[in-house]
């Protein structure tokens, strides 16, 4: 989002206060989503359930082509429209709704380096899985991906997408891992989460931060999506406390409105 | 004893060990862990053995580029700079590693080679004039692709501006991240305790650069200087471990300076003086063969005949000299 933007968007935001018909839009739930996509949507739905705002999910074919960075997923709220973690969360802060006002300097600064640490470690790591491991994409990713659209045009945006995913990969280091590596790298990840979070209710204490909404949203994806191989999801199933301050969180937060 | 693992490394310029941040990751940490390298400095990628710079060949002759697998490779070797590091220390070190990548890492690319003054002035010029001859011509160049594809994917925007925009929200994610590291750092030395773990060399890799050219847009420099403990944390690293690099910069600065001009320190230039004279020579006897001011016929005749005469002038005019 550009800067003038965002400070226009921050300025209107305090002005007016969260309205009742805030929506989310995501891919299609059940025949087109896939793992990555999923999991940043939860962790967003997870961050407005803990700041209290309600947000209605709203699913279309053709949402990463509506959201203003091509990312998934984003809000409506009022005439704004934001997309990603870390701005809605910028916007929820403008409107006076905010997890992190009670940590000092050194806190938030940790908690800022562990949400890039998911970022780069889990995020890219459903990315390889999905895209470069070729039993993957052919079974799941590219068939799910590109399911809306007629034939020509699947394949065709979804290979285009596969390539540059590939490409981002080879960018970021990541091109000429295997995928036993890449699990050692989600392995390496969940111990550092699962050290850090130790016995505590949540990251920092016992007040859930934006944080806790990121690993969680990515955690339980992870733990309830059937992909090849569920090899990615016994590496959590080994740390127990992620375990169940995953199930503490969907109960505390998901559990009223899912029954 | 087997042969020590050989390490190539990029040149150091600025009173800095090396000028890449890579590679200056990879140097650090084999020297907080006093890991016995083999160093190999070099401004010439082609000739190691990975293709590009850092690499590291062990001594069963495996060839490893990327830092994180240099430094896993190193402490499987039992240089371990992170021995004293609690788990919890250790998980934090991977996320503020990881905070680097995300926010550091592309303002880094930004200001070394999209900045257009930065590139010109400092990055192209570096590299050209220390890569070697046929090499410097287009090795920047495609070095400046390079990022600037890597620049384009870590965002994940289709097309890249170089405009104001891209540079302030760049800028200002690096400014925050700066700020998260120095709050981190807070007063201590290091960032556990009191000897240099893979954090310290991570953060020095990437806050040295900036700290240490001399960019014509250093927006990002200020900002560093203005983090006290940062910056200091940086100078105590090149201080305490780096001691040569820095004295060499000290001693050489007063000896290059006085010279001044831009043009003055390009290496081997009796030869390209040489190389551009002949080649100038060339193209002026080629041009008047060709405009026919000069025939082959003509020449071959003259060859025959004057020689005499000058000499006999020449000598006249000696004499009369004398």
Redesign the interface.
Known sequence: M???AEAFVSQMAAAEPWPENASLYQPLKEDQILLSDCATSLAVQAYLRMCGLPVQVVCRANAEYMSP???IPFIHVGNQVVSELGPIVQFTKAKGHSLSDGLD??Q???M???M??V???LLTAELYIQWCDEATAAEISRPRYSSPYPWPLSNILAYQKQWEVR??MN???WG?KNLEQVYEDVS??C???S??L?TQPFFFNKQPTELDALVFGHLFTILTTRLTSSELAERIKSYSNLLSFCRRIEQTYFEDKSS | MAAPDELFCWEGDWGLPSVSTDCLVVLAYAQFAGAPLKLHKMSNPWRSPGGSLPALRTNQKDTLT?PSDIIIHLRKQKYNADYDLS??E???S???I??M???LAPALIYTFWVEPKNYVEVTRRWYAEHMPFPLNFFLPGRMQRQQL??LR??R?D?LLESGD?LE??LY?DAA?CL???S??L?SSKFFFGDSPSSLDAYVFGHLAPILKSKLPNGKLQQHLKSLENLSSFCTNILLLYFPRDDRESSSQQPASQPEGGDFDHVPNKRRKQFLSALAALGAMLSYALLTGMVSIQHVQQEALEEPPDLRTIGSHEEDGDD
């Open positions: 550009s800067l003038a960075s091509g990312k300097d050194v938030r600064a940790e800022k380096a562990y890039e640490l970022n780069n470690m490409r981002k960018a970021v280091g000429g390496q990840c111990q550092a989460l050290q850090r130790g | 990327r788990a919890k250790g998980a934090d991977l996320a503020f990881s905070l990548e995300e926010k594809e890597k994917l870590l994940g289709e925009e302030k929200e200002r925050e700020n998260l590291l709050q981190r807070g």
